[in-house]
Nanobody, 122 residues
Framework: QVQLVESGGGLVQAGGSLRLSCAASGRTFSNYALGWFRQAPGKERDFVAAINWSGGSTYYGDSVKGRFTISRDNAKNTVYLQMNSLTPEDTAVYYC???????????????WGQGTQVTVSS
């Protein structure tokens, strides 16, 4: 089992920045790729970003490329999502997830956090 706990969400104005964190416990953190997904009210849970076990490979969703950066610190068992140039369309609950391999689809992730709310005001 891997337990994931997100933090860092909140209310920010358009154009601002936030950094989300996801702390992991349980099985060896460095064995897993980590991903971020988000879900807005009434919408599907969409892929945002993912990072492999070493941090050497990353994927991003098209809507966040160039604005968001995923990173990880295996010594701290933590993955981060730096979000810049936020827009109201980024408003959603953001979820951290763990997978055996680098992936973009929800079904490939085995463990999920409880989510953290990000609200971007216009």
């Amino acid at each position: 089992q891997v337990q994931l706990v997100e933090s860092g969400g909140g209310l920010v104005q358009a154009g601002g920045s936030l950094r989300l964190s996801c702390a992991a416990s349980g099985r060896t953190f460095s064995n897993y790729a980590l991903g971020w997904f988000r879900q807005a009210p009434g919408k599907e849970r969409d892929f945002v970003a993912a990072i492999n076990w070493s941090g050497g490979s990353t994927y991003y969703g098209d809507s966040v490329k160039g604005r968001f950066t995923i990173s990880r610190d295996n010594a701290k068992n933590t993955v981060y999502l730096q979000m810049n140039s936020l827009t109201p369309e980024d408003t959603a609950v953001y979820y951290c997830a763990a997978s055996r391999g680098l992936a973009k689809t929800r079904g490939q992730y085995d463990y999920w956090g409880q989510g953290t709310q990000v609200t971007v005001s216009s």
